[in-house]
């Protein structure tokens, strides 16, 4: 085995023993979670990659327990982002307690649970994200320096022909066009994969969009601060549009966003550490 190998060995080894260690803290508290992130891509698509952050979803009513339970494990803790993240590290590995979306949509709720997926995790017993919840959460990631559209991609590729369609549909509400734009760039990435997507999902979509056209909103609001916490500001800040994520149905205030938005050159600089 070559130096290089032994090391990966090494660090994977690490970092499993982490994630039991806060698996098995959270179970023992009996604190209701979901595993996510790049470890359930890599379940439903069969595409890794290395991360140093460990995605758990928890209810919103959940997440201080979470916290003091891994805060007793001897983690370091810290709410990070109060409307949608907070944080458990130990050396350089964290764990992420995600209970929304950072554009405050996509709260984890009961429907999360009653979809999830038994999964074996380290010979541990562990619920996983369901797809449809994972593809909700993943379509409105769209930053400059971060997109997750090749993650949308892949889990339709590998679930396509599986998922609950309807159920995707309704989670995504108002903002179909944004499903909608995941599911035209899916059919020019694998143009001979576009049956998993259904007709019939399509062409209410399109109905949808043909419906649109025709009755223009007047409405001065731009909701690309919903899909990138930076790339729009200039549009909310200076050109007099009203930022989407003060809308009712975001869980976001107007000091959730000044957090959010200070947090974007100090996030740059530190590469996600534990800041």
């Known amino acids: ?10 660090k994977k080894h690490k970092t499993d023993r982490l994630h039991y260690r806060s698996v098995v803290a959270l179970q023992e508290a009996d604190i209701p979670f979901l595993i ?3 470890y359930g891509v890599e379940v439903y698509a069969g595409v890794s990659r290395q991360t140093k952050d460990f995605d758990v979803y ?5 997440v201080d327990l979470a916290l003091e339970a891994l805060k007793h494990a001897g983690y370091k803790t810290k709410k990070t982002f109060p409307h949608w993240l907070a944080k458990a590290g130990r050396g350089r590995d964290y764990v992420d307690l995600i209970f929304r979306a950072g554009n405050g949509l996509c709260e984890v709720d009961d429907s999360w649970f009653e979809r999830a997926r038994t999964y074996e995790f380290l ?3 562990v619920k996983l994200c369901a797809p449809e919840e994972m593809i909700w959460m993943k379509a409105y990631i769209m930053e400059r320096e971060r997109f997750d559209g090749a993650d949308v991609a892949h889990i339709l590729q590998s679930c396509g022909q599986k998922l609950d369609w309807p159920h995707l549909v309704r989670r995504f509400g108002p903002d179909w066009r944004v499903l909608l734009s995941h599911l035209v760039l899916f059919g020019y990435i694998y143009p001979g994969e576009r049956n998993k997507v259904p007709a019939a999902i ?7 969009l043909q419906s649109e056209k025709r009755s223009a909103a007047t409405d001065r609001i731009c909701r690309g601060t919903l899909l990138s916490r ?3 500001l200039p549009d ?3 050109r007099g549009f009203r930022d989407a994520r003060l809308q009712q149905r975001v869980h976001m205030n107007a000091k959730d966003i000044a957090h959010w938005t200070r947090a974007i050159p100090k996030e740059e600089k530190s590469n996600g550490k534990f800041v």
């Open 123 to 125: 010979d541990l017993r």
């Open 36 to 38: 996510g992130g790049a």
């Open 236 to 238: 909310v800040q200076e």
């Open 1 to 10: 085995m070559t130096r290089t190998r032994a090391a990966a060995k090494k």
């Open 58 to 62: 928890v209810r919103p009513q959940h």
């Open 202 to 208: 399509m062409d209410d979509l399109i109905r949808r």
């Open 230 to 232: 930076k790339q729009y």
